[in-house]
C-alpha cells in the first residue's frame, strides 16, 4: 500500500474550534466550513486508501493503520452475507483468532444495522448477543457501533466498531465513518472478486499440471509405441524399421501376417509417415464385400450401369486420389477381378463398372492378408502376376508367440484402455496371469489377447486381475494343435528340423556324431544357419 495513505495527518479533533465560546455568527459559520473541508479531505484520504486494498491482509494493515489512527476504535470487526442466504459470517476482524461460525441473520445484531439507516449503538452487556459480542464483552469493550454498508452485488455487510469509552465516537466520527461506507463495501467486493480470482487461477494450475501430468504419460506412452503400434520387441523393431524406410516412397507394400497381428495398424503407420498423411485413407474390407458388388465398390459404376444402379456412383480407387487405399484380405478377392485390379498397378487407371472410359487414378497401394499368396498361387487362387505386383514391399509381421516379450507391455495397454472405458478400478495382472499369458499359444494373437483382458475386466472382482479363463483349444501346450491355427514358414520349419535332430545328437554340433553329419553340412555352415535363426544352446538343452 502506498506510504502516502498512512501519512494522513487531518484526523479527527477531540474538540472542534466551533465548540469553543464564539465572539460572532460569522466566525462561527467559517469555522465550521473549514472543519467540515477537513472532514472531507479525510474522506477522501481515507476513500483512497481503500481503493488500493484487494485482499485480507492489506484490509488488515488498512484497519490496523489509518482507520484505527482516525477512529481511535479499540476493535474491529466486518460481517457479511450473501443475499440468498439467511446467515452471515465474520469477514474480518482484528482479532485473527475471531470465531468462524456461521451466524443467523436475525440475531437481534447484524440484522438490527441491516434495518437501520443510522449508525446503531449496542449495548454489549446483553446475553442474548452472539457468542462473538459476547466474548469481546468479557474482554472490557461496553460500546459498539455499527452501520450497514450499502449494498453491492448481493452481499450485504455490517461494519462494527467496539469502543472501551463511548465517548470517543463522536458526531463528526459518524459523519466520516458514513463518508467512506460506499467506499468500504467497493473494497470488501474487490477483496472477494480477488479471491474468487485467486481462486480460479489456482484451479486452472492444478488443472495446468494435470494436463502436463497426462501428456507426460501419453509421452511415456508412446515411448512404448510407433504411431499407435504397441510393442518394443526386437522383431517389432524390425517392422519399424521397415516401415519407416518404405512410408515416405509411392512404392506398393503387401503386408503379410496372421490374423489379428496388426496389418491394418501397420497400414495407418505408412500412410501417416507418408507425404499424403494430410489426406484420408481410404480402407476396403475385400473378404466383407459380395462378389456381385465388389467391383463397383473398388471402380465404382454409371448410372444405369445394372439394376438398382439409378445414379452415378465413384468408386473407393477414386476416393483415394492423391492418397492412400488399403485394400486388407487381399487374398479373398474374387479371380476375375484381379486382373482389373494388376491394370490399376500397371496403367495406373480404372474404368467404372457399365462405362467406356478410362480414369486416370494417382493411388498409393498397400495390401494385406493373413493368407500365404505362393500357396494361393501353387493353388491357382490368385494370379501370379497380381502377386509380383503387389510383392514389391513385403512386410512380414511376427505372430504374437515370437514376441512374447511384448505380452505385459500389450496387456497393461489393454487394461488401462478398456478399464477406463468400463469405468472399472482394475490396474493390473497377478504374477499367475502374466505367466500364463506368457505361456498361451495366442493364435489369435493381439486381437485375441486384447478380448481376453477386456473380458478379464469384467469378470474381476478388485483392482488386480487374477484370473484368465483361456479357451481350452487355446491352452494346449502341444505343438500339433498349434499349427493348427497357423501354417509355418520355411524358416519356422528348417529351425524346427535343426532343434530336433540337435537333440538327438545330444546337443552336438560338430564330430563322427554331431547335428551336421545327419543334416549333410559342414559344421561351420550349421553354426551359421543356426545363428541366422536364433537358435542357442538354451533352445536344445532343457
Not at 505367466?435 to 481376453?452: F, Q, T
Request: glycine share 6%; hydrophobic share 40%; net charge neutral.
Amino acid at each position: 500500500m502506498n506510504p502516502y495513505f498512512y501519512a494522513v495527518t487531518a484526523k479527527i479533533p477531540q474538540q472542534l474550534p466551533f465548540m469553543q465560546k464564539p465572539t460572532d455568527k460569522t466566525a462561527i459559520t467559517i469555522n465550521r466550513l473549514q472543519e467540515r473541508e477537513k472532514e472531507q479531505m479525510l474522506i477522501m484520504s481515507i476513500c483512497t486508501a481503500l481503493s488500493e486494498v484487494l485482499n485480507k491482509k492489506e484490509l488488515g494493515t488498512f484497519v490496523n493503520g489509518i482507520l484505527k489512527d482516525n477512529f481511535q476504535f479499540d476493535d474491529f470487526i466486518l460481517a457479511s452475507s450473501n443475499e440468498s442466504k439467511e446467515e452471515y459470517f465474520i469477514f474480518h476482524s482484528i482479532d485473527i483468532n475471531s470465531d468462524s461460525r456461521i451466524y443467523a441473520i436475525n440475531d437481534g445484531f447484524f440484522d438490527e444495522c441491516i434495518n437501520s439507516a443510522d449508525i446503531v449503538s449496542f449495548d454489549l452487556s446483553n446475553s442474548k448477543n452472539p457468542d462473538y459480542i459476547q466474548n469481546i464483552y468479557k474482554k472490557g469493550f461496553k460500546n459498539a457501533f455499527g452501520i450497514s454498508l450499502p449494498y453491492i452485488k448481493g452481499n450485504r455487510n455490517v461494519l462494527f466498531l467496539f469502543f472501551k469509552n463511548a465517548k470517543t465516537f463522536s458526531r463528526e466520527s459518524n459523519r466520516i465513518l458514513r463518508g467512506i461506507a460506499m467506499q468500504f463495501s467497493i473494497a470488501l467486493r474487490n477483496i472477494m472478486l480477488t479471491e474468487q480470482n485467486e481462486s480460479v487461477l489456482a484451479e486452472l494450475e492444478l488443472l495446468r499440471k494435470n494436463i502436463s501430468g497426462k501428456k507426460k504419460e501419453k509421452q511415456t506412452e508412446k515411448s512404448e509405441d510407433f504411431h499407435g503400434i504397441i510393442g518394443k520387441s526386437n522383431a517389432m523393431k524390425e517392422v519399424y524399421e521397415l516401415i519407416s524406410q518404405v512410408a515416405s516412397s509411392n512404392s506398393t507394400v503387401l503386408i503379410l501376417g496372421e490374423t489379428g497381428t496388426g496389418k491394418e495398424l501397420v497400414a495407418n503407420a505408412i500412410h501417416d509417415l507418408s507425404e499424403v498423411s494430410n489426406q484420408k485413407m481410404i480402407k476396403v474390407n475385400c473378404a466383407s464385400i459380395p462378389e456381385n458388388l465388389i467391383e463397383s465398390e473398388l471402380f465404382g459404376h454409371e448410372k444405369g450401369a445394372f439394376t438398382g444402379a439409378t445414379e452415378q456412383r465413384i468408386g473407393k480407387f477414386e476416393q483415394a486420389e492423391n492418397s492412400t487405399i488399403f485394400l486388407d484380405e487381399i487374398g479373398e478377392l474374387p479371380l476375375e477381378l484381379q486382373g482389373k485390379l494388376l491394370r490399376v498397378l500397371q496403367e495406373k487407371e480404372i474404368e467404372r463398372v457399365g462405362g467406356s472410359k478410362s480414369i486416370k487414378v494417382n493411388v498409393r497401394v498397400i495390401a494385406a492378408t493373413n493368407k500365404i499368396l505362393e500357396k494361393e498361387v501353387y493353388s491357382d487362387r490368385f494370379r501370379s502376376d497380381l502377386y509380383f505386383r503387389l510383392n514389391v514391399y513385403p512386410i512380414q509381421l511376427p505372430a504374437l508367440r515370437d514376441r512374447k516379450e511384448d505380452i505385459p507391455v500389450l496387456g497393461h495397454f489393454f487394461l488401462e484402455k478398456h478399464a477406463a472405458k468400463m469405468g472399472r478400478n482394475v490396474k493390473r495382472f497377478s504374477k499367475k496371469v502374466l505367466n500364463s499369458m506368457m505361456a498361451n499359444a495366442w493364435p489369435g494373437n493381439v486381437r485375441e489377447l486384447e478380448n481376453m483382458v477386456e473380458r478379464s475386466i469384467l469378470f474381476a472382482k478388485d483392482e488386480k486381475i487374477k484370473e484368465m479363463i483361456f479357451p481350452e483349444v487355446v491352452i494346449a501346450s502341444s505343438d500339433a494343435l498349434v499349427n493348427d491355427f497357423y501354417t509355418k514358414t520355411l524358416q519356422e520349419v528348417e529351425k524346427e528340423h535343426i532343434l530336433k535332430v540337435i537333440k538327438k545328437c545330444n546337443g552336438r554340433i560338430s564330430g563322427p556324431q554331431g547335428a551336421a553329419v545327419l543334416l549333410g553340412l559342414p559344421s561351420t555352415t550349421l553354426t551359421s544357419r543356426m545363428r541366422k535363426l536364433g537358435i542357442k544352446k538354451e533352445h536344445f538343452f532343457d
